[in-house]
């Protein structure tokens, strides 16, 4: 099992990398938190956090309707 959640892990950082070069707009969406400093940089994806959420959310309930 964690060997499997480990993989979901994997795939899922993969996918944000991805969305990155293909330039989609996960990690800059309206709602995402950042604040640059003089030598510092502070960044939370709040939107981001929110939409993955909801979207695995709808993933565990679909599959756990199917098993």
Same mark, same amino acid.
């Given at each position: 099992?964690?060997?499997?959640?480990?993989?979901?892990?994997? %795939?899922?950082?993969?996918?944000?990398?991805?969305?990155?070069?293909?330039?989609?707009?996960?990690?800059?969406?309206?709602?995402?938190?950042?604040?640059?400093?003089?030598?510092? %940089?502070?960044?939370?994806?709040?939107?981001?956090?929110?939409?993955?959420?909801?979207?695995?959310?709808?993933?565990?309930?679909?599959?756990?309707?199917?098993?």
């Amino acid at each position: 099992m964690l060997l499997f959640i480990g993989g979901i892990i994997v %795939v899922i950082g993969a996918v944000m990398v991805f969305a990155g070069r293909l330039n989609l707009p996960l990690g800059r969406l309206p709602g995402d938190i950042t604040y640059r400093g003089k030598n510092t %940089v502070f960044y939370f994806p709040l939107a981001t956090s929110i939409l993955l959420s909801i979207i695995l959310s709808l993933l565990f309930w679909l599959f756990s309707r199917r098993g």
